[in-house]
């Protein structure tokens, strides 16, 4: 054994990550404005609990829009769109589509893959650090 101890590894802002063991997704889903503005927590603590159930982690979620839809949805015209970040097998992806399908809830609801760069880069905007939002208003700053 050498007598020389090696330096430490730089360490880096975004975890190693190994695509065929886990991967990143982003999920949109929609619900009815109606029913979400009487018990949001409640459905957004539906699909976070789905998203477990198959395995998966959620990194970041947030209301991202709310307003008439371009088109009717089970005679629903306006809805409330969510999006949630999570890690998770690929193997388990079907098992969460099949489960929000028959999650009444839950009007529409769609899965992508996006690269890890843009994956990680909304994160920090849907969760934003505490140093980025030094004025305290809530507000996400938009990168230039």
Same mark, same amino acid.
């Given at each position: 054994?050498?007598?020389?101890?090696?330096? *430490?590894?730089?360490?880096?802002?975004?975890? &190693?990550?190994?695509?065929? &063991?886990?991967?990143?997704?982003?999920?949109? =889903?929609? !619900?009815?404005? +109606?029913?979400?503005?009487?018990?949001?927590?409640? =459905?957004?603590?539906?699909?976070?609990?789905? /998203?477990?159930?198959?395995?998966?982690?959620?990194?970041?979620?947030?209301?991202?829009?709310?307003?008439?839809?371009? =088109?009717?949805? $089970?005679?629903? $015209?306006?809805? %409330?769109?969510? /999006?949630?970040? !999570?890690?998770? *097998?690929?193997?388990?992806?079907?098992? @969460?589509? $099949?489960?929000?399908? @028959?999650?009444?809830? /839950?009007?529409?609801?769609?899965? /992508? $893959?996006?690269?890890?760069?843009? =994956?990680?880069?909304? %994160?920090?905007?849907?969760? *934003?650090?505490?140093? +980025?939002?030094?004025?305290?208003?809530?507000? %996400? *700053? &938009?990168?230039?």
């Amino acid at each position: 054994m050498s007598a020389t101890a090696e330096a *430490p590894a730089a360490e880096s802002h975004e975890e &190693v990550h190994d695509p065929a &063991v886990e991967g990143l997704y982003e999920g949109m =889903y929609v !619900f009815d404005s +109606a029913d979400y503005a009487t018990d949001g927590e409640d =459905y957004i603590a539906r699909v976070l609990e789905l /998203i477990e159930k198959a395995g998966g982690t959620v990194d970041a979620d947030r209301m991202w829009v709310d307003g008439r839809l371009a =088109y009717p949805i $089970r005679n629903k $015209r306006k809805g %409330v769109h969510h /999006i949630v970040l !999570f890690r998770m *097998p690929p193997a388990n992806v079907k098992d @969460l589509d $099949r489960a929000c399908k @028959l999650e009444d809830r /839950i009007l529409r609801h769609m899965v /992508i $893959r996006p690269p890890e760069e843009i =994956y990680h880069a909304t %994160v920090d905007v849907v969760n *934003p650090s505490e140093d +980025a939002d030094e004025e305290g208003d809530g507000e %996400v *700053p &938009v990168p230039e």
